[in-house]
């Protein structure tokens, strides 16, 4: 239990520990995508989609494809195929509630992020989909994304990490397979084996799409 002396209640108590941002900081957000953030998101295969329920519970969901998956339908309209899942469409769920959404865009070896703020919609236009096509699997859905806000965020974090730098990185050994995660947390009419061959057909790509 923390503390109540220990915590921070007030942004002027915050303040009071961090001082003020750089110029830059202050003035880096943009309403929409220049093209700085168009060559980002053209080279990101992966991003992560924050989303929120109407009772204020979070949810974070990776999403990831060749680089530039994600459809940059104009400067302010993004679009995000929505592949094959775990099916519990949490994200999706929390949109029919509240539509804001946060995005993280990432790009391998680089630092730095994309982050993006607006509103969302699902969508099943046909074309659409057919554009966002992986051979001649369509993706479910779109996730179709308003700009509110969109930024690069400096590369501290993925440098105190050394995210990128295999060398660095820690053992896993011991760490249990995600088949073994699922088998002790919860109720499947799966064996682990079972489970641990299906994933691996997903290791080697056969059942991506």
């Not at 994600?70 to 949109?95: K, Y």
């Not at 989909?129 to 369509?138: D, N, P, S, V």
């Not at 499947?188 to 994933?199: I, K, L, Y």
């Amino acid at each position: 239990m923390i503390d109540s002396q220990h915590l921070i209640t007030t942004a002027d108590d915050l303040r009071r520990l961090v001082p003020p941002p750089r110029p830059a900081q202050e003035t880096k957000v943009l309403s929409s995508l220049d093209g700085h953030c168009r060559r980002w998101i053209e080279r990101s295969p992966f991003v992560v989609v924050s989303s929120v329920d109407s009772l204020g519970k979070m949810d974070l969901s990776p999403k990831g494809d060749p680089p530039g998956f994600v459809q940059i339908l104009d400067d302010e309209t993004l679009a995000i195929p929505d592949r094959p899942g775990n099916r519990r469409l949490d994200t999706l769920h929390n949109l029919l509630e509240r539509p804001q959404i946060g995005l993280m865009f990432v790009v391998p070896g680089r630092g730095e992020v994309l982050r993006v703020s607006g509103t969302g919609q699902i969508v099943t236009d046909p074309d659409l989909l057919a554009a966002m096509a992986i051979g001649r699997r369509l993706p479910i859905l779109a996730l179709v994304v308003t700009i509110g806000e969109v930024m690069f965020h400096c590369g501290k974090s993925v440098i105190r990490s050394k995210l990128w730098s295999p060398g660095d990185w820690p053992d896993i050994d011991g760490l249990a397979s995600y088949a073994e995660c699922l088998g002790d947390q919860t109720i499947s009419d799966e064996t682990v084996a079972q489970m641990e061959a299906r994933f691996g057909s997903w290791q080697e790509g056969n059942e991506l799409y």
